[in-house]
């Protein structure tokens, strides 16, 4: 079976919906990380400009004013960090903070030129840092370069990089999940109609409805319709082309009847003849039109009751030999069904049935067995079927010369209903001696 | 014994008439249903042959109705579809056995007969009762084992008491189911024909007189 409509719906939006997400996700981070880059190197530039501000110099030292703008420059493990260095001399600032934490500074001597930033990401030991970089030319006698280099430990930063990836997965998360859901509501609800047909076909496939409900929306209102007009349309042709069938074998039958009673008081050479061809033509057209009656295994339509029917026979075949004192014993699964044709179960089952009440001595026993299909045995005590004979008697009377005067097709003629139906009718000896009939049908 | 006979095919009626007639049954005969329920309620038959597909009333709505009328006679369908559905049908309505079309006219004598003789309460063809036998199929009577010569009309009269042993049989009745309507219908008749059949039945005397109601078949007062 092929994959469901469902499935493929719910498949094809789960993945882009998660390719999607995951897309989205990816940028949101990585444009987050970006920014936090950002706001880290504006705040290293903002300390940068605020020691440009306060540096002094004197006795040639570098020195700058007490209250620098930013005092975690002065707290030990602060993550803040300043060095000032000036080129070819071996004077060197650096921050309380940068002293006390042993921060290594880069070296950017002779690498960058004046007025240009650098920032840069290092690692030293256990810990990330940022460093700006910014080389000046001092405005003193000797217009000497100055480099300022700050640095803050990334930790701070990673932290909220950290805490917003969080905040997104879970909401990402979040949504797909909610999406997913609304999505499988939406299929679902949306599908509902396809799966009410689904299952109203399946209804009246086994005739618990003649027709769809009228309640489909427009996409699949055409179908139902089309669906209903179709199963109308083969119920009445089917009903049309039977009672054709029957009119014909009542306007053919009668005249046989006519005939053959006429023949009978004949006493002439030829009515031997004549009476031989007419048992021929009799049994051509009760064979041809039983079985161009007949329906076959249908789509549509109700399951047979097998009991319901074997009862039926029973009782009218035990009115009609109401003399003969014939024990009939029924061991039938209870609710055994067909997919067919009632008249055609009818029809094998009267002629088993028949012949079994005609040919028996005492009893019969009807019994049934059901596996991958429905096994109907009959058993009589009669005198049995020869084995010799067993084969000829199914497939008497098949081609119309083969007839002969006075055999009867009954037996032939369930055979051909039983082939209709993709069964099996076999003949074998009853635990009593008698005829054993075994119909299984699919 | 009188018999209905309804079927529409006028050649195949004629036939049915004719075989029974001649097989010493009063035949009344009608073409459609509704002729062949008037008859059915208006006289009392011994059987009915009744064709399943019928005009104006269908045979199975026939049975039907004959039988909600407590119409009890036995009745064969003839049926020319030949399904089994239609058999079943015919059956359950009340019809007591079914002969599909086209059949053998020796066929459906003996089931006519085995039918009349079961609406009596006879199993065998033979009804046996003392010292006299009536073989229904070979129409012979024999008293002691020896062979009784008998007219038709007096076979008749026997049998039709036979087969109704256990009540009394008005002289009416039995004109009424052995003899056509247009038989000249003196109680007379019917009384010299018990006379004769009397006399060659001796020494048994199985009919016994009910006086000012009809006969009655006992052979309890066996002479």
Redesign the interface.
Known sequence: MKTGIQSRLLLTTSLVLSSFLFLAGFVLDRSFQESIRESARDQLELVIYSLMGAALEFDEQLGFSTDLADNRLYQPESGWYAMVERHGKEDRWRSLSARTTGVEFLDYQGILNPGQFDFHEENEGSVDRFFLTYVVIWEDEDETLLTFQVAADQEPFVRTIRGFRRNLYIGLGAVTVFFVMAQYVAVRWGLRPLRAMAEEVRELEDGKRERLSESYPIELDGLAQNLDRFIAHEQRSRSRYRKAM?DL??SL??P???????L?DDKREESNLLSEQ?DRM?NTV?RQL?RASAVGPVIVGRRVDVGNVID??V??LQ??Y??R?IEVEQQLEPGMTVRGD??DL??M???LLENAFKYTRTRILIRSASSASTSIYLEDDGPGIDPELREEVLNRGTRADEVQQGQGIGLAVVAELVELYHGQLTISESRWGGAEIRLDLP | MRILVVEDEQILQDQLVEKLKHAGYVVDAAGDGEEGLYYGREYDYDAAVIDLGLPKLDGIDLITTLRNEKRSFPVLVLTARGHWQDKVHGLEAGADDYLTKPFQMEELLARLNALMRRAAGHASPVLREGELQLDTAKKEVRVEDALVELTAYEYKVLEYLMMNASRVVSKTELTEHLYDQDFDRDSNVIEVFVGRLRKKLEPINPIRTVRGQGYRFNVETTA
């Open positions: 029957e074998a009542h039958k009668t046989l009847a006519v005939i053959r009673n006429a009978q007419l009799e009760t039983t039926r026979l009782r009218a009115t009609a109401s003399d004192n009632e008249r009818m029809e089952l009267g002629n």
